[in-house]
């Protein structure tokens, strides 16, 4: 009888929690986006199952040691601890992702249209004013953020994956989960969220403008501007040289024309091999302490307000740009200088293909996404410059 009661009480069944329970469900919930809506799959599916696993009792998968009231340790981390702690804390798997982007990436529309670099920049906006967002709130008494936390939640405004998951984890590691699962969410809503926005501030006649054809761009442009690029940000925000450098280090690869094996397997195995990764450690921090709380439903609003300011930012700009532009300027294509590669680029040439059929505005909105990637990962630099010693 003792065995059958030692044993019932070592399963995990006797052991679970509601707030384990709750946070099952919500792994269940990322699972159903994943995989019947097609939310982002390729980081919700693993964020998911990581999400069930560290919240199974008793399996010894727990994403940090564990100690008694003396301080001694009572059971070492479990396997989701060192995924965590091997790839996210130490920056390596976003770092690794954005060299696979970099590899992915054709600087060309960016470089034939110039004046698109500030239609990227523009966008960034959301995060500072959703970082004085949350800042207030906490002033407020409405949540308990700290400024660490506060640029953490900014940097989802990027609509950049990677680089929110990096800058939380340095700053805010708390809160990694909610921040990861907020800025995936919403790059996966970017068609959803973005079109109505970028309608309320256009006119049917600014939709249609037709955009002339870019110039072609050299091999030798190419290869000397994210050089330079990758020069400019080490040398005046070193904080941001990481995610530059992987980042340019992974275009070279493509542009350069030399290393065509290494090109490829950054774009493709070793971009996979690294994204199953950083959803199980991003699923680690999905345990329910850190998840179930007011502050979470906060970091998803917030996270929302920041992506919309992103994108109505880039907008508006591009609407002023047109009206002093010697060559028309299709104010869509502001909607794209968030970090969403292609995504939003897609929803820019989808929006302006329903106002004149004949309006192609793909590569010319590749230009402000691509520069929304830099101008997210500066950004973050900045972030971690200002406040990650506060």
Known sequence: MEQLVALWTSSGIAQLSVGQFSMMLVGL????????KGFEPLLLVPIAVGTLLVNIPGAGLDAAPIYDAAGH???????????????????????????????????????????TLLLGAAAQFGIFA?????????????????????????IIGGAD?????????????EILGAVAVAAYSYMALVPIIQPPIMR????????????????????????????????LVALFLPSAAPLIGMFIFGNLMRESGVVERLSFTAQNSLINIVTIFLGLGVGSKMSADKFLNWE??????????AFCIGTASGVILAKIMNKYSSTPINPLIGSAGVSAVPMAARVSNKIGMEANPHNHLLMHAMGPNVAGVI????????MITMVGNL
């Open 375 to 382: 101008g997210s990962a500066i950004a973050a630099g900045v």
């Open 130 to 154: 959703t970082v004085l967002g949350a800042v207030s709130f906490s002033a407020l008494g409405i949540f308990d953020f700290s400024i660490q936390d506060a640029s953490s939640i900014g």
């Open 29 to 36: 919930g990322l699972l159903y986006l994943a995989i019947r």
């Open 296 to 305: 979470t439903l906060g970091i998803l609003g917030l996270g929302a307000v």
């Open 161 to 173: 994956g990677p680089t929110a998951i990096f800058v939380t984890s340095k700053l805010s590691p």
């Open 200 to 231: 309320a501030l256009t006119s049917p006649e600014e939709r249609a403008i037709k955009m002339e054809q870019l110039r072609p761009v050299s091999k030798t442009e190419k290869i000397v501007f994210p050089l330079l690029l990758l020069l």
């Open 73 to 115: 340790m009572t059971s070492p981390g479990g396997m989701m601890y060192y995924i965590y702690e091997i790839g996210i804390a130490s920056g390596m798997f976003p770092l690794i992702i954005f060299m696979g982007v970099g590899a992915m990436t054709d600087f060309g529309p960016l470089l034939a249209n110039p004046k």
